[in-house]
């Protein structure tokens, strides 16, 4: 089949489901996945066949998509803070908004010499690893309870040329550090089983449960679990950085003050919403 043919086929197939333009970008991250064509190699070369072994490949994405299995699942990587990550269904697929987090500490840490810096949750590693690219002098630490999780978090720090020492451990257990730290940082689950009925179908069946939600009555456990254990591993004038609930944020910030932590700063994303806060201990 050629590719004009099969463009045409495939957005028919989607269009009752997707707006053309996030069909055609399917279309662009496919074709290029798979046959190493960019978008302007297509456009020029139109009448280009598809092996059966591609058309395959191709037929079986486009019946994943319209099973709502999100695209980057489908290819098996994604990009974040302008690097290439593996993704599976074991991780979340990194959003834009935790790129502005990792924004925010680069910023705070870019001129310290030697930094600790803790990542708790790092699911597929991309916060830890983006800190890591752009500070290649920082010793950078990534904890996950998920064993597979941490399997693609290791593939993703080779895949990026960079060292990360990787921890196996539940942070609602107290884990013990040996290091004292500079900066910790997580992206814990916030969602709460109420807010199920707000998130998209393809979220909902696809990505890691345990990743995202908590229970009504016990929003910010792992705000509580993460706080205590920064308040006995961080340095002094050492800094918590959360992603957090765009509805919680009061209540997050009046948690980490109840502890004794100082310079509490809460900011908004580029959809702004309270997304990000920023503790210190004093």
Request: net charge positive; with cysteine; glycine share 4%.
């Amino acid at each position: 089949m050629k590719i004009l043919l099969f463009k045409k086929y495939f957005f028919s197939e989607l269009s009752n489901s997707f707006p053309k333009t996030e069909i055609q970008s399917f279309f662009n991250m496919l074709i290029e996945h798979q046959l190493k064509l960019s978008r302007v190699e297509i456009a020029l070369n139109p009448a280009i066949e598809i092996s059966q072994t591609h058309l395959d490949f191709l037929q079986n994405a486009l019946s994943n998509l319209k099973k709502g299995v999100p695209i980057q699942y489908i290819i098996g990587k994604t990009e974040f803070y302008g690097l290439p990550f593996k993704v599976t269904k074991n991780v979340l697929i990194p959003r834009p908004e935790t790129e502005e987090l990792v924004n925010w500490i680069l910023n705070d840490t870019k001129d310290i010499a030697n930094i600790n810096i803790l990542d708790i949750g790092t699911g597929s590693g991309c916060i830890a690893i983006s800190i890591a690219k752009n500070l290649p002098n920082a010793t950078i630490f990534a904890l996950d309870i998920s064993s597979k999780a941490l399997e693609i978090a290791k593939e993703n720090a080779k895949l990026n040329g960079v060292s990360i020492q990787f921890i196996e451990a539940d942070i609602l257990n107290s884990p013990k550090s040996n290091e004292k730290l500079d900066s910790i940082i997580s992206n814990p689950p916030y969602v709460r089983e109420l807010e199920k009925k707000q998130m998209q179908k393809n979220v909902l069946e696809n990505e890691p449960h345990i990743a995202l939600f908590v229970k009504n009555e016990n929003p910010l456990l792992f705000y509580d679990k993460i706080a205590d254990f920064a308040l006995t591993n961080l340095k002094q004038n050492g800094s918590l950085y959360f992603e957090i609930n765009q509805y919680l944020g009061n209540q997050t910030l009046d948690l980490l003050k109840s502890k004794g932590f100082q310079n509490i700063k809460l900011k908004k994303d580029i959809f702004g919403v309270n997304r990000m806060l920023k503790a210190t201990i004093i």
